[in-house]
C-alpha cells in the first residue's frame, strides 16, 4: 500500500524567510499526482500545489514551489517570503487510481 | 461557485447512537469523497463515490456507510458509535476533468460522549 511520510511534526520559520517541508512516498506506480494542501487553524482545507508525477518539471504557485525527486521518491514544499497567514497544517498526499493517501502533517509556525 | 458545504458543522451523540453526515459538492463535480480526521491517526480515507457509485473504500467497518444521489450529494452514516468515532469528517469534491484535485468542506465535527 502506499503511504506519505512527513517526518517534520512541527516547523517554524521567520517571517518573510524560507522554509522547506518534507515529504517521502512510497509506489510502485508510475503514474500518480502529489499535492501540498494547507489546513489553517479550525478553517478549511485548501490545496497548496499540485504536482504530475509524469512532469518532471517541478510545480510553481507564486510564493510556493516544489522540488518533485521520482526516483528518490521525494517531494518537498518550499514557501518562501513567508507570511503569518502561511501559518497551519500542511499536508502531503498522494493519488493514484481514485486512492488518495495523506503523510501526518507538519505544523507550521511563522514567527513575526 | 459556492463551495463544498457540509451540515451539521458540530454533532453530539452517544455510544451505540446512529448519525448521518451531508455534504454538498461543488455545482458541477461528480465525485465526493469522505475523510475521517484525528489526532492520532490523522486524515483516513473513507469512500469515494462516482455518479452515485462507490468507487472506492478504506479501511473501515461496516458500521461507516455512505451514498450519493443523482445531484451529487453526499452522505455518510455511522451506525452503533463508538468512543472512537469522535473525529472531524471532512467531505471532499472533485470535477471529472481534474478529478484528483479534491476541494475540501469545512468538515463535520462529532463528539461521541
Known amino acids: 500500500a502506499q503511504t506519505v511520510t512527513q517526518s517534520q511534526p512541527e516547523m517554524s520559520v521567520q517571517e518573510a524567510e524560507t522554509v522547506t517541508l518534507s515529504c517521502t512516498y512510497d509506489?510502485?506506480?508510475?503514474?500518480?499526482?502529489l499535492f501540498w494542501y494547507k489546513q489553517p487553524p479550525s478553517r478549511q482545507m485548501i490545496l497548496v500545489i499540485r504536482?504530475?508525477?509524469?512532469?518532471?518539471q517541478n510545480a510553481t504557485e507564486n510564493r510556493f514551489s516544489v522540488n518533485f525527486q521520482k526516483a528518490a521518491k521525494s517531494f518537498s514544499l518550499k514557501i518562501s517570503d513567508s507570511q503569518l497567514g502561511d501559518a497551519a497544517m500542511y499536508f502531503c498526499a498522494y493519488w493514484d487510481n481514485n486512492d488518495m493517501r495523506f503523510g501526518a502533517g507538519t505544523r507550521l509556525t511563522v514567527k513575526p | 461557485k459556492a463551495g463544498v458545504t457540509q451540515t451539521p458543522r458540530y454533532l453530539i451523540k452517544t455510544r451505540g447512537q446512529q448519525v448521518t453526515l451531508s455534504c454538498s459538492p461543488i455545482s458541477g463535480h461528480r465525485s465526493v469523497s469522505w475523510y475521517q480526521q484525528t489526532p492520532g491517526q490523522g486524515l483516513q480515507f473513507l469512500f469515494e463515490?462516482?455518479?452515485?457509485?462507490?468507487?472506492n473504500k478504506g479501511n473501515f467497518p461496516g458500521r461507516f456507510s455512505g451514498r450519493q444521489f443523482s445531484n451529487s450529494r453526499s452522505e455518510m452514516n455511522v451506525s452503533t458509535l463508538e468512543l472512537g468515532d469522535s473525529a472531524l469528517y471532512l467531505c471532499?469534491?472533485?470535477?471529472?476533468?481534474?478529478?484528483?484535485?479534491?476541494?475540501f468542506g469545512p468538515g463535520t465535527r462529532l463528539t461521541v460522549l
Open positions: 471532499a469534491s472533485s470535477s471529472f476533468d481534474r478529478y484528483n484535485e479534491q476541494f
Open positions: 509506489t510502485s506506480e508510475s503514474d500518480y499526482y
Open positions: 463515490y462516482f455518479s452515485e457509485t462507490q468507487r
Open positions: 504536482q504530475e508525477a509524469y512532469k518532471q
